[in-house]
């Protein structure tokens, strides 16, 4: 919590509006993704707990996404929350679990956009970013902003000898950039760095701009990207000529209607 704390108030210091935090930076990730050890699991936090309050405190005017194991209904999540020292502006249960994660975590069930300081956002964790479908959505309700937080490791099944070759890490900056630019929103990644348990991961935060272009970049190293830009102004100008989201053609995608029939 304190290194959190002094991220945060460090972010505050140099100007930054928005502060994107990896997944499980509070309290952990699993060790395993193919056999987590379910008894030495991540301690669980209340949204309205004291851990998510003090993270409200230090953020102030910061607009601040962080990842932690939450508790709701005896279920374990994945989660994250978008918060500001008004409070909690957003939150997302990750939806899509690879492996044996599912022996963790139960699943979300939903992407919802929701505006801040900074604009309308969404949030994503993880796997999540895999899929399509979850950005879209996200772009579909108005997010113009894009958090996507990661605990993404190297390949459990095929690991490289050295990170940026492994297939992992060029999946990773390949999603960042196709989510980005697919929908023309501002993507930022953020994912942790170093081992827990038998995962090394990839580190490779970036923002990336609404056509797919990488602003700012760290390697696997702990480390911020950071970059200054107008999010309205730059996903204006990606949708001036090309707007992707109004130039669907929905009626063509019948296998991704609804169990009522309607579009998603």
């Known amino acids: 919590m304190l290194k959190i704390v002094t991220i945060i108030e460090s972010a505050k210091r140099d100007g930054l509006d928005l502060l994107v935090l990896p997944d499980a930076s509070l309290g952990g990730y699993i060790d395993s993704l193919r ?123 095929d690991r490289a000898s050295s990170l940026p070759n492994d297939r992992q890490s060029r999946l990773f900056d390949l999603y960042d950039a196709a989510r980005a630019a697919e929908n023309q929103v501002v993507l930022v990644s953020s994912n942790q760095t170093g081992v827990m348990g038998s995962l090394r991961f990839l580190g490779q935060a970036k923002i990336v701009g609404p056509g797919g272009d990488v602003l700012a970049k760290t390697r696997d190293k702990g480390g911020l990207a950071v970059c200054d830009i107008d999010v309205d102004a730059e996903v204006d100008r990606a949708r001036r000529v090309l707007h992707h989201l109004e130039e669907r053609r929905v009626d063509t995608y019948p296998n991704l209607l609804d169990e009522k029939g309607s579009s998603n």
Request: proline share 7%.
């Open 35 to 157: 056999n987590p050890d379910v008894a030495e699991l991540p301690p669980t936090l209340d949204i309205d707990g004291p851990e998510i309050a003090a993270i409200m405190a230090a953020a102030g005017d910061l607009t601040v996404c962080i990842g932690y194991t939450e508790l709701s209904n005896g279920l374990r999540y994945n989660a994250a929350a978008c918060i500001t020292g008004d409070g909690v502006l957003g939150s997302h249960r990750k939806v899509h679990q690879p492996l044996g994660e599912s022996l963790a975590y139960a699943a979300g069930d939903r992407f919802d956009a929701f505006d801040t300081p900074v604009g309308r956002m969404g949030m994503l964790i993880d796997y999540d970013k895999t899929f399509p479908e979850s950005a879209r959505t996200l772009a579909l309700g108005g997010a113009r902003i894009i958090a996507a937080l990661s605990a993404w490791p190297a390949s459990v099944t």
